[in-house]
Each structure stands twice: as structure tokens, then as C-alpha cells.
């Protein structure tokens, strides 16, 4: 399996705060993603980067924002977290024509 | 209509049972992606499709292109398959990103 890890893996936080979740990868895969579960939704992208310092918005990217500034780290930040960003957050990399590898999943609660 | 569809959403089988997962998908696509998540757990990569059958141990994912289809099948069924399976399609319009299914829960009672 490829080597991404998440963290943290849990968090809780009140609304308002600032939260930043860290993806790191050793496969120097090109593309990473970052995805949230939630139930009666299954798995919807959040943002995904396809290069250091090249990002592109996914389907609920209100509310986030990524940065990537090693091949290595995929950073996703809430300015402002709020209830409805209660969720479990995946990241995935992978090479260009290649599966996607997941990370472990962080669980944030943000009351 | 979502793009990708599972069929079914929910699953109960015995152990040993022969189980078949269906998906269906609207687009064309450059490959079709086969996702297990265990209760509480992570997502493993089971298997990428882009034509024809696959097999590892007991699980085997056919393909047909042409009718826009996918099964993902499990012979001799055991507890420990109990899980999410997720089918993902990766559009040839949008080959960076993947469409997700909504999952099929199954549940191998002993």
C-alpha cells in the first residue's frame, strides 16, 4: 500500500475556529485529493492538486481551501469551520493512469 | 439520475454465499475503480478496470464497456467481507478526477 497518512486523525473544535488538516504522501505521486464522507452522500472532492502549486476546486469546495507547496504535503484549511463541515475527510494520491491510494481518514466534529 | 449507480444498496448474505455487486455508469470513462471500506475504516483500492475481468483470491470485476457495466462478484463469502464496496468511474472527459457510486453495504452473517 502506499504510504499517506493524515493528521489529525481526530479533531474537535468549536465554529469559528480555524482548522488545517495535513496530508503527507512518500510515493511522490502527482495528484492528491481531498474528499469528504458523509452519510447519504458517499464520497464528494473538496479540491484536488495536480502539481506543486496547481489546485483546482471539486464539487463542495465552499468553505475550504488547499495548499500544496511540496510534492510531498496536501494541506486543507477551514477558515471558519462550521457544524455542516462535520465530517470524515479523506485524502487519496495517485500517479497519472494509476488508482487512487487513500489515507486512514481524519474525523472532525466542529461544535 | 446520478451518473454512478450500485445496485444493490444493501446486501445480507450467508457466509459462503456467492455475492454479486452491480454498478452502472452514464459516461464514458477511461477506467472503473472497485473501493472496499471496512465499519470505521479506511478505503483500500480493490481493483482498476478498463476492459474484460480481473481476479484476486476471491474477488473477481468484470467489465463491459459497450452496455456501460460493471459486477464486482465474491465466491465462498466470509464475515470478515463485510463492508462498503464502492465502484468509481474516471470519465475520459476528466481523467484527473473520479465519480463515485453510492456503495453497496454488505453484511455475511455467519
Known amino acids: 500500500d502506499a504510504g499517506i497518512t493524515q493528521s489529525p486523525r481526530h479533531k474537535v473544535t468549536e465554529t469559528g475556529t480555524p482548522v488545517t488538516l495535513r496530508c503527507h504522501q512518500t510515493e511522490n505521486h502527482r495528484y492528491m485529493y481531498w474528499y469528504r464522507q458523509d452519510p447519504g452522500h458517499g464520497l464528494r472532492l473538496i479540491h484536488y492538486?495536480?502539481?506543486?502549486?496547481?489546485?483546482d476546486k471539486g464539487e463542495v469546495s465552499d468553505g475550504y481551501s488547499v495548499s500544496r507547496s511540496k510534492t510531498e504535503d496536501f494541506l486543507l484549511t477551514l477558515e471558519s469551520a462550521t457544524s455542516s463541515q462535520t465530517s470524515v475527510y479523506f485524502c487519496?494520491?495517485?500517479?497519472?493512469?494509476?488508482?487512487?491510494?487513500f489515507g486512514p481518514g481524519t474525523r472532525l466534529t466542529v461544535l | 439520475k446520478n451518473e454512478v449507480e450500485q445496485s444493490p444498496q444493501n446486501l445480507t448474505a450467508q457466509e459462503g454465499e456467492f455475492i454479486t455487486i452491480n454498478c452502472s455508469y452514464s459516461v464514458g470513462i477511461s477506467a472503473l475503480h472497485w473501493l472496499q471500506q471496512h465499519p470505521g475504516g479506511g478505503i483500500v483500492s480493490l481493483f482498476m478496470?478498463?476492459?474484460g475481468k480481473k481476479k484476486h483470491g476471491r474477488l473477481i470485476a468484470t467489465i463491459n464497456i459497450q452496455e456501460k457495466h460493471s459486477s464486482l462478484h465474491i465466491t465462498a463469502s466470509h464475515p470478515r467481507d463485510s463492508a462498503v464496496y464502492i465502484c468509481?468511474?474516471?470519465?475520459?472527459?476528466?481523467?484527473?478526477?473520479?465519480?463515485f457510486g453510492p456503495g453497496t453495504s454488505l453484511s455475511v452473517i455467519p
Open positions: 492538486s495536480y502539481g506543486v502549486k496547481d489546485t
Open positions: 478496470l478498463s476492459s
Open positions: 468509481a468511474v474516471r470519465p475520459k472527459t476528466s481523467y484527473d478526477k473520479v465519480i
Open positions: 487519496a494520491s495517485r500517479e497519472p493512469y494509476n488508482e487512487q491510494f
